[in-house]
């Protein structure tokens, strides 16, 4: 399996408890991995967490999935990072190699009419699926799958949230 969806991990609560602490994190232009894609088609916003983020968001201590509990096996992610979406955005397929996501769509209301969608791909770069943007919802995917983030359509009244939490596989 190349990747897997759990819905309910996160109690409704506790989705709006963090929904609120990543709204209110300090957001700069461009990613850590690639500063230089800031302008032209490529501008996003981002907030990286650090692990004093990542501990006082209680993210890992929300989660009543015990099979993404097993998933995550009690590692640490190596970087955090929250992607702020809007209409208009372009994003563009990537991989992470030697570390496997965990993707936790942050906001507590979204409509489908809103898109937002991650986009898997299989390794010739064609569509495997689109995984709907859902309050609460989790995606973990293995190392090296292709995905890329779709932003929001232009009927969306909010930002899209995502945090993309990135842990070293197991077999480092």
């Not at 609560?13 to 709204?23: A, N, P, S």
């Not at 993404?68 to 970087?79: F, T, Y």
Request: with cysteine; glycine share 6%; proline share 6%.
């Amino acid at each position: 399996m190349r990747y897997q969806i759990f819905d309910g991990a996160i109690p409704a609560g506790e989705v709006e408890r963090m929904y609120d602490f990543i709204l209110h994190s300090h957001y700069t232009v461009g990613w850590v991995d690639r500063p230089e894609e800031i302008s032209g088609l490529f501008r996003n916003m981002a907030s990286h967490y650090s692990d004093d983020d990542v501990h006082r968001l209680q993210f890992f201590e929300s989660i009543q999935s015990e099979e993404l509990l097993d998933r995550i096996n009690g590692r640490w992610p190596v970087k955090t990072t929250i992607n702020l979406s809007y209409p208009g955005n372009v994003y563009y397929p990537h991989t992470h190699p030697r570390e496997e996501s965990l993707v936790y769509y942050a906001n507590v209301r979204w409509l489908p009419e809103w898109a937002g969608e991650t986009m898997i791909f299989h390794d010739d770069m064609t569509v495997d699926t689109a995984i709907e943007f859902k309050s609460g919802r989790v995606l973990w995917m293995n190392e090296s799958v292709p995905h890329s983030l779709r932003a929001p359509s232009t009927a969306c009244p909010d930002f899209r949230f995502t945090m993309a939490m990135f842990l070293g596989t197991r077999e480092i």
